[in-house]
């Protein structure tokens, strides 16, 4: 059972708590005198309080989908940018290919994966739980290659290459560049050309490039190029990867001061969004239900599955793709905050069965810095899935559909009576039986919680009464 919820955190807080209080009880070198009485309470409150949110925890994450970029690569644009030079000296794979620091970082979010679902993934990764696709491009398999191998460590049993070997092959599928690939946004066509030149043509972009006029400017004079939003970016990101380069960071100085550097990024952020949306928001529906809308229904439909179908494998969905993907996702789901995701950053989408009932919760991993809960649009952060399926709904072009789901509303228990409902009954059955187990366990601990008080009491008054009697 898995819970990464408030209710996870303040049961383990409690957890914490109890114990400390327990050290300082039974501590044998402590005199049990000048341990105060209300603390003996207070052992007693927080078993009580711990017991309780054990109770209320019957929450189980039942499936989940990740998005990640790639860790760090070399410069793809070396040959315009004048970076070409430290192509065959320092990047000896080339450019556009992931580093040995892009692998550990990709690997980084591989381990953090698998600590995150470690009770999700009760069955090998091999078996089929685990369910990788990447975008058809060296960089995004190689990540998924490296992340696979953090999330599924392997086993003594299963070594395979003497002892040298640490990580056992795993199915990793390739999206076909024949197929209309969902995973590569954005997608080009007729209507959204037209409406990014529009994003890239309208007033708030025009003030944006007039206020930034000086920044060009000086990019201008080292550079003798000039620069504008739609090209400067593969500039910006060719600076990002190489200060990803310990050795290579020197080469910073070269570009400017730490006010340039922050100024690239904060172009590179604006281009990555305005390929989706513009800052009034004005065109983000549109261009959703042609680039990340697309996406996300694709997600949805797999969750709706899941949760007809509690039991069946993957029981975790990962896919590796560009971080434009992202950036499109994160637009959709209403929380892009104009800042560019940083190498080997995840989109989590879990699904979790409260009781019956089913909530969707994502989280959203900007690089190892930061990882946040994200609000979806007027959803909670547990957001019913029923709620969740109409908000992807709003992103659906106009002859798509959701099974299920578009026409009709969905149905967040999942109980229909042309389904067998078995899977669910046995799991609302044994979430009962653990109910009941841990209100039995309530009751013994508390018995015995009281039997230790009343031991532990007569052992402090007893030298005190002796003090009395000499005096």
């Known amino acids: 059972m898995v819970c990464l919820g408030w209710k996870q955190t303040w049961y383990h807080a409690s957890i914490r708590l109890q114990e400390n209080f327990s050290k300082r009880l039974l501590n044998p070198n402590r005199p049990i005198t000048s341990m105060p009485l209300k603390a003996h309470r207070t052992v007693i409150a927080v078993a009580v309080l711990a017991n309780l949110l054990r109770v209320a925890m019957c929450r189980e994450l039942e499936y989940a989908t990740v998005f990640w970029n790639a860790g760090a690569y070399s410069p793809m644009y070396t040959e315009t940018n004048g970076l070409y030079f ?29 600590g995150r679902y470690a009770e999700l993934l009760t069955q090998p990764c091999y078996k089929g739980a685990l369910f990788v696709k990447s975008t058809d491009d060296d960089i995004a398999i190689s990540s998924a290659l490296a992340v696979v191998a953090g999330i599924s460590p ?49 007033d708030w972009m025009m003030n944006y490039m007039s206020n930034e006029s000086d920044f060009f400017e000086t990019l201008y004079n080292k550079t003798d190029k000039h620069w504008n939003i739609t090209n400067i970016y593969e500039f910006a990101a060719d600076v990002s990867m190489v200060l990803q380069q310990p050795t290579l960071s020197v080469l910073a100085s070269l570009i400017g001061n730490d006010g340039t550097i922050d100024a690239l990024h904060q172009v590179y952020s604006i281009y990555l ?28 439909q797999d969750i709706l599955d899941r949760a007809n179908e509690p039991r069946e494998m993957p029981v975790l969905t990962g896919y590796s793709v560009p971080t434009t993907t992202l950036v ?39 690089g190892v810095n ?39 509303s969905s149905n967040t228990t999942i109980d229909d009576d042309e389904n067998d409902d078995s899977e669910d009954d046995t799991s609302i059955a044994t979430c009962d039986g653990i109910l009941i187990g841990f209100i039995s366990a309530l009751f013994i601990v508390s018995f015995l919680s009281i039997g230790v008080i009343i031991y532990l009491l007569g052992k402090a008054r007893a030298p005190n ?6 005096l």
């Open 86 to 114: 430290l192509t065959h000296y320092y990047w000896v794979h080339g450019a556009g290919t992931i580093t040995n620091v892009g692998l550990q970082q990709s690997y980084a979010l591989g381990q953090y994966l698998h």
């Open 154 to 202: 392997i086993l003594e049993y299963d070594v395979w290459n003497g002892s040298d070997t640490t990580w056992r092959p795993i199915p990793i599928r390739v999206s076909s560049p024949n197929d209309d690939d969902y995973l590569s946004l954005p997608k080009s066509g007729e209507e959204y050309n037209s409406l990014r030149d529009k994003i890239f043509s309208s």
């Open 273 to 300: 969004g305005s390929l989706f949306t513009d800052f009034p928001g004005q065109y983000t529906t549109a261009v959703s239900k042609l680039q990340g809308g697309v996406l996300l229904n694709h997600v949805v």
């Open 328 to 366: 499109g996702l994160l637009v959709t789901l209403g929380n892009y905050d104009w800042v560019a995701p940083d190498v080997s950053s995840a989109i989590m989408i879990e699904l979790y069965n409260d009781s019956g009932t089913y909530q969707i919760e994502v989280h959203y991993r900007n």
């Open 370 to 408: 930061t990882i946040n809960p994200l609000k979806i649009y007027e959803c909670d952060y547990s957001c019913p899935l029923e709620n969740f399926t109409y908000i992807a709904e709003r992103f659906l072009a106009a002859d798509a559909e959701i099974e299920g789901g578009s026409g009709s």
């Open 465 to 470: 009464a002796s003090e009395f009697d000499r």
